[in-house]
């Protein structure tokens, strides 16, 4: 097999995902030994286990203005929302794209347009069906607001959801970071949550497939009708 058919199928993983992948791979030793058809099927779900936490490169759109997907995954809600309170980004509604994430989907989340994040705030909650849209209020999540160059501001909040357990952020307040940048991930199936800035529409529909980092989400320079 040549480097570059290889390369289609074996991706980089992330370093969260290797603590897993280890205990997956010690108890499929385990049931070799108790019983070689439950070995295989150990073998299975520990190469499912490595290709959920993958961490593929991404070619992000480098022309100005453009919003990306921070998620794998296909859009679920387009909607106007009012965002969270604890990102300070008021109380009136925008509008919220939301990607819901299945447990095939690259996990590793990525920052729609460059700027500054202005707050990060997690707060506990349930582990509804990501899927459902009360979600967004009703489950454990974690959000970010990020103020770009011309003073606008957006929020991405990610969602646990029935089978995630584990919310992770490891951007800070006052971080700048570029468009597409990696800021965090969730453990096995949940969502994520886009609040557009004021006035900007966006450009995909409920149904869509997302591929994080890539994606337009929406044009900062062509506004809502």
Not at 80 to 95: F, I, K, R, S, Y
Not at 163 to 183: H, K
Request: overall charge negative; glycine content about 10%; aromatic content about 10%.
């Amino acid at each position: 097999m040549s480097v570059s058919m290889l390369s289609t199928f074996v991706k980089p993983m992330h370093p969260e995902g290797r603590k897993f992948v280890a205990v997956f791979a010690a108890v499929t030793l385990l049931l070799f030994w108790l019983w070689e058809p439950l070995g295989w099927i150990g073998t299975g779900l520990t190469v499912w286990c490595y290709y959920f936490f993958r961490d593929p490169e991404r070619v992000t759109p480098s022309r100005p203005g453009l919003m990306i997907s921070p998620a794998d995954g296909v859009v679920s809600l387009l909607e106007p929302a009012v965002p969270p309170a604890e990102l300070g980004l008021g109380d009136q509604p925008m509008t919220r794209i939301s990607v819901f994430m299945s447990v095939f989907n690259c996990h590793v989340n990525r920052l729609p347009h460059e700027g500054t994040i202005t707050a990060v705030a997690y707060r506990p909650g349930l582990f509804l069906n990501a899927s459902l849209d009360k979600a967004s209020t009703d489950n454990e999540r974690n959000g970010l607001a990020i103020e770009m160059a011309d003073g606008r501001k957006y929020g991405v909040v990610q969602i646990a959801g029935l089978v995630a357990r584990r919310i992770l952020c490891w951007s800070r307040e006052g971080q700048y970071l570029e468009t597409g940048e990696r800021f965090g991930l969730i453990r096995f199936g949940s969502r994520l949550d886009i609040y557009l800035p004021e006035g900007v529409a966006p450009l995909v529909e409920i149904g869509q497939t997302m591929i994080a980092g890539e994606t337009v989400l929406a044009d900062l320079g062509t506004p809502a009708e």
